[in-house]
Nanobody, 124 residues
Framework: QVQLVESGGGLVQTGGSLRLSCAASGRTFSSYAMGWFRQAPGKEREFVAG????????YYADSVKGRFTISRDNAKNTVYLQMNSLKPQDTAVYYCAAAPTRFTTTYQGDYAYWGQGTQVTVSS
């Protein structure tokens, strides 16, 4: 069982930055690939970024590539999402998730554990 708690969301102006954190419980954090997803009002939840167990492989949605960076610190059981050059269309609830695989995956069905989400609002 893995419990995930996100933090770091908030209100920011267009062009600003935020850093999301996701703290995981349990001693097997390094066994999981991690991902960030988001859901905007009236839209389906979508993949944002993923990272493998060691942090050596990452993958991004085209919409955030070059602006967002996912990273992890296995010693702290934490995964991060650095978001730069934010746009109003980035406004959403952001969720972190853990997949019981060592390899990066974009498929939501691979993720067994989810956090409660943190709101990110980008004003124009």
């Amino acid at each position: 069982q893995v419990q995930l708690v996100e933090s770091g969301g908030g209100l920011v102006q267009t062009g600003g930055s935020l850093r999301l954190s996701c703290a995981a419980s349990g001693r097997t954090f390094s066994s999981y690939a991690m991902g960030w997803f988001r859901q905007a009002p009236g839209k389906e939840r979508e993949f944002v970024a993923g990272i493998n167990w060691s942090g050596t492989s990452t993958y991004y949605a085209d919409s955030v590539k070059g602006r967002f960076t996912i990273s992890r610190d296995n010693a702290k059981n934490t995964v991060y999402l650095q978001m730069n050059s934010l746009k109003p269309q980035d406004t959403a609830v952001y969720y972190c998730a853990a997949a019981p695989t060592r390899f990066t995956t974009t498929y939501q069905g691979d993720y067994a554990y989810w956090g409660q989400g943190t709101q990110v609002t980008v004003s124009s």
